[in-house]
């Protein structure tokens, strides 16, 4: 049975026992920013579980595709050096909310398993909880298992807890015995082996029944669930391995496939080498979780979800290089996949074209990472100060093996961008050994880099003002945090708690002064989540002065940088700070109108869409967002379309603080990587858009009035950018395109509706003229032709056509020369020309003469002779010169290049 015929069986199996056949989720979960992946069948059901979700069915089966690259689940390190890890991998499931328990949970997987997949019953076995006496005793009664063919084991590998708190229940897990010729190390240290508890290969896992059953509160107490349920998953690689006769999932039909091409490609034989059975193993792997990473919206990068993404890619490629594979070649393994699971999985055969250019783009980049950090490895191994190192270390001066350098390691991953997890796997496999030292070392280089990274985030320091830093740091220790009532008012009285003047604090500022105030409440909103900061004035008693930008030094302080117009200001004076009202309505309209794009795009182009980056400013935006395919114009469309829907529905815009968890369970999108505080602010239009974020926004997204994009255009692989405007500025963006329309119009001679129908028209027409103006120009090549060849000259038996022909281009002096040789039949041609003062001269030789007369050569002679340049091969040359004047005398060379 093959794999596919194999995740088929189940599904139907289940299907005929009353469960809704349920579609893989994608690998990124939907509306859950805590979870890197999909790892398990049950992530899609997680709402159900907790009963926050409800579904038309209460019996579910699936075939989920999974990731295990980082975080909890991480199993990259052993991936292609055992036979069951993967990074990617297909868990069957079945699932019962409420419905079913334990008895037919049992009941289906002891008969889908002796029944319809026919395995050996006396080669099963089952592990239950140790105080589950239910379980125990089903699979007494329903798989007719003695007692010692079920085994009672502890926590840690029978009970399932979806997090320290929640559902959470015993488990039951079905072992297949794989033979005793297996190694075990009970066995070899003179004891018996412990069968499915062993740490050995002679039994497998290969279903858990989950049972779901209890809720664990804080303190630990767990109480029964009302409507207790079932949550299994069996491994489609496992088992097709055990239904295949296979010892190593890696030989099964649903890998094995890729590892024969790899191998193939890399000219190497599967079996003969285990370090090439590796990175053939890594390759075929990674390729299936790149594949399906990148059909899922994760592009590589250097962030979060992207960067686990980059990590897999970079490791099957550099595996790909220890086998030889020097050129990219990680982007064809996309259509290997496609042509295994093509069928299964719709999405990776239906984008081809980008999954190949996002790998292959990646691929490109990381060749040259590849390159530079490899040299510096090689150095850092082949330097006096590693050669010292090694010898103390071999002659048991210090531990066990070489101890590599974080400190090396560091430098390589921060200045090169060279991976650690790569590093680390070259310097190991020369014999190197990584220890606490070299953690130790790596964590304090790592932890000094964040400290700067902080200082020159948080406070902006200019280099050549080394003292701003500290000063800022004392200042927000002094100060604490600014109150910002922003979102309240435009203008509000405050205090002048300090002023700083370049480096100094300052206790006065005079006309003509720029300075920066902090205030202890202020109506400004400080540049942040990508809008701009607000701009406004600042009037004393004594002084005005004008808010010309608003931003954090630090994460609490709110700094305005102030330029006093008149009179002055003093610390601690009262003043009244203002925002500049219509640029505030400006920011407003467009980062509301930031959240409606975001929104857009995702109902228009798939949930894949998320926030790159943004620009929110007062007369436009900007967004950047995931999305590995340029948008068609339709699309940019209905995007507009569905924006100015919520416009003219003047839907409300309401903002809400709660805490992060109430905010997510709500639904509301956190952008990854972004930090949040235990209270978060979640800005909700509609049933349209919810999101997370401080911005500043509109009552009702009637206020926004218009929405028009701008521009759409790639700015790196995988991210796409949108420019658009909104309101007055949207207003005026329309009216631009409408004058430059009429513009159009008036140079056409006709209306403006019917300018592209006149375009069109002219473009025919010039392309008309250009086709006969080329068969005019083709017949003169001809007739010119024929009167060179019948004033050919004949030196010593050879014909030989030299000639100027001016007023063609290159390409019209290679069509000449083409129909030439074709003519002479046998004989040597240079034709030469000046069009706008560029000379270009094209040389042919006819294959019979090549041996005696080459093209090249001759063209390079000529070309020489008229102050220029060329080459060329044997029987074909072309070169270009800049004296036009001096051309005829150059082809004369020709004859007696000839001659000899």
């Known amino acids: 049975m093959t794999g596919a015929e194999l995740r088929d069986a189940f599904l139907r199996y289940f299907e005929r026992n009353g469960h809704a056949r349920v579609a893989s989720s994608p690998l990124v979960p939907a509306g859950d920013p805590t979870l890197l992946f999909t790892s398990a069948g049950m992530v899609q059901f997680k709402g159900v579980f907790l009963g926050e979700d409800r579904r038309d069915y209460v019996r579910a089966t699936t075939c989920q595709k999974c990731v295990r690259a980082g975080g909890k689940h991480n199993d990259l390190e052993n991936v292609g050096r055992t036979a069951r890890h993967h990074t990617f991998f297909e868990m069957l499931g079945n699932f019962s909310f409420g419905d079913y328990f334990k008895a037919e949970a049992v009941r289906f997987a002891w008969e889908f398993l002796t029944r319809d997949l026919a395995i050996d019953q006396a080669r099963l076995k089952a592990t239950v909880f140790t105080d589950d006496d239910d379980a125990f005793g089903l699979w007494k009664t329903i798989a007719g298992l003695s007692d010692d063919r079920i085994l009672r084991l502890g926590e840690k590998d029978n009970f399932w807890a979806m997090g320290d708190t929640g559902p959470c229940g015993p488990c039951s897990e079905v072992h297949f015995h794989q033979g005793d010729d297996l190694p075990c190390a009970e066995e070899a240290a003179g004891r018996a082996c412990l069968g499915p508890a062993c740490e050995c290969d002679r039994w497998l896992e290969i279903w858990n029944l989950v049972f779901m059953q209890f809720n664990r509160d804080a303190q630990g107490v767990m109480t029964p669930l009302p409507r207790p349920s079932i949550d299994t998953g069996m491994g489609l690689e496992r088992i097709a391995a055990v239904i295949q006769g296979k010892r190593s999932n890696y030989d099964t039909d649903l890998l094995a496939p890729l590892i024969r091409r790899t191998a193939e490609l890399a000219g190497k034989a599967y079996g003969r080498d285990e370090e090439d059975d590796v990175s053939m193993r890594v390759i075929a792997d990674h390729a299936r979780a790149a594949t399906f990473l990148i059909a899922d919206g994760v592009f590589p990068s250097n962030e979060w979800r992207g960067y686990v993404l980059r990590r897999i890619m970079r490791r099957a490629m550099r595996h790909g290089r220890r086998l030889g594979l020097a050129e990219p070649f990680l982007w064809t393994t996309v259509a290997w996949v496609g042509d295994v699971m093509g069928e299964a999985y719709p999405e990776i055969g239906e984008d081809q074209a980008r999954l190949r250019d996002t790998v292959r783009q990646e691929e490109e980049r990381f060749a040259e990472t590849l390159d530079a950090g490899m040299a510096k490895l090689e150095e850092y191994l082949g330097s006096p100060d590693a050669a010292a190192r090694a010898h103390a270390e071999v002659h048991g001066e210090r531990g066990q093996g070489r101890v590599v350098d974080g400190k090396f390691l560091f430098t390589l991953y921060d200045t090169y961008g060279f991976p650690r997890d790569l590093a680390e796997d070259v310097l190991t496999d020369k014999g190197w050994v990584v220890t606490d030292e070299t953690e130790a070392t790596w964590t304090a280089e790592m932890e000094a880099q964040r400290q700067r990274a902080r200082a020159g985030a948080a406070f902006a320091a200019d280099e050549g003002e080394p003292g701003t830093v500290g000063l800022y740091q004392r200042l927000s220790d002094e100060i604490g945090a600014v109150t910002f009532v922003g979102y ?413």
């Open 488 to 900: 309240e008012t435009l203008t509000t009285p405050a205090r002048v708690l300090a002023m700083v003047k370049g480096t100094e604090r300052v206790r006065d500022a005079a006309q003509g002064d720029e300075v920066e105030v902090i205030l202890d409440r202020t109506p400004a909103y400080a540049e942040s989540g990508g809008q701009m900061g607000d701009t406004g004035s600042l009037i004393g008693r004594q002084g005005r002065g004008e808010i010309v930008d608003t931003y954090y030094r630090g994460s609490r302080l709110i700094v305005h940088r102030v330029r006093v117009t008149s009179g002055g200001f003093h610390e601690n004076e009262d003043v009244a700070a203002t925002v500049e009202s219509p640029r505030r309505m400006g920011l407003r309209q467009h980062h509301t109108g930031t959240h409606l794009l975001h929104a857009a795009l995702r109902r228009i182009l798939g949930s894949h869409v998320a926030q790159a980056g943004s620009l929110v400013a007062p007369d436009h935006l900007r967004f950047d967002f995931s999305h590995g395919a340029s948008m068609k114009d339709r699309e940019v469309e209905q995007i507009e379309e569905l924006v100015n829907e919520q416009v003219q529905a003047n839907t409300a815009v309401t903002h809400t603080e709660m805490d992060l968890k109430e905010a997510l369970a709500g639904g509301a999108m956190a952008l990854f990587g972004e930090k949040y505080g235990e209270r978060v602010r979640v800005v909700r239009i509609g049933d349209f858009s919810t999101e997370l974020c401080g911005g500043t926004h509109l009552d009702a997204t009637g206020q926004l009035g218009f929405f028009k994009v701008d521009a759409e255009g790639a700015v790196a692989a995988g991210v796409r950018r949108i420019e658009a405007v909104a309101g007055t500025a949207a207003v005026a963006a329309v009216a631009r395109q409408e004058r430059v329309l009429k513009q159009v119009g008036e140079i056409l001679k006709t209306a403006p509706a019917e300018a592209p129908q006149r375009l069109r028209q002219l473009l025919e027409e010039r392309r008309t003229l250009e086709r006969q103006l080329e068969a005019l120009e083709a017949r003169l090549v001809r007739s010119r032709a024929e009167d060179l060849v019948a004033g050919a000259r004949q030196i010593g038996g050879v014909a030989v056509v030299a000639a100027r022909v001016d007023g063609l281009d290159a390409d019209g002096l290679r069509a000449m020369v083409d129909t030439l040789r074709d003519r002479l039949g046998s004989g040597v041609v240079c034709v030469g020309g000046a069009v706008d003062g560029k000379v270009s001269i094209v040389a042919a030789v006819t294959k019979d003469l090549t041996k005696r007369f080459h093209a090249g050569k001759i063209v390079q002679e000529v070309a020489r002779a008229a102050g220029g340049s060329g080459g060329g091969r044997p029987d074909l040359a072309q070169a270009g010169a800049k004296d036009a004047s001096t051309l005829d005398a150059a082809l004369d060379k020709v004859y007696s290049l000839v001659a000899g």
